[in-house]
């Protein structure tokens, strides 16, 4: 049986988008080309540190070709790239000043990492992302991904500065 979700997602208005993933890569993350996985964010509480994001899962996608052919399923190693993404753009919109001072900040970890169920397009993913530690080196943050009100991963993500 999953956990409890970690952001009461019944309050919030997933439909909106707060920050677009035009701008989550221009400004927050370098990624480019097929590894540029959000597209968007719906959610942002810096005070609660707060963010769920949404990747909006393509029958056209690169990986659909040759990940399970005929039933193509989205690679759980996406999914934490993905939350990696997440939780990097929650400690960017939570103190940006301090973001740009550290340079780039990269997947150091995970943890307690559990696949619930398998994310086949078309479907719209969004990340849950609750902010647990920032220091000046690493953050970790717990997050979870939903797909149509079920929990399909759930993952401690730790980020370091890359020097």
Not at 93 to 110: D, K, M, Q, T
Request: hydrophobic share 40%.
């Amino acid at each position: 049986m999953p956990p409890p979700v970690i952001i009461d997602i019944a309050s919030i208005d997933l439909d909106q988008t707060v920050c677009s993933g035009e701008r989550i890569y221009r400004e927050f993350l370098p990624h480019r080309h097929e590894f540029r996985l959000l597209d968007g964010i719906c959610h942002c509480d810096p005070q609660k540190g707060e963010l769920i994001s949404y990747c909006d899962i393509r029958e056209d996608a690169w990986w659909t070709r040759g990940h399970i052919p005929g039933r193509p399923l989205l690679p759980g190693v996406l999914m934490l790239e993905a939350a990696a993404h997440t939780a990097t753009a929650d400690i960017a919109l939570s103190n940006i000043e301090a973001y740009r001072r550290r340079g780039f900040l990269g997947l150091g970890g995970v943890d307690q990492a559990k696949f619930r169920d398998a994310v086949m397009p078309p479907a719209r993913l969004y990340i849950l992302c609750v902010g647990l530690e920032d220091r000046p080196r690493r953050f970790i943050a717990q997050t979870q991904g939903i797909v149509n009100g079920k929990m399909v991963f759930e993952a401690k993500i730790t980020g370091i500065v890359m020097v």
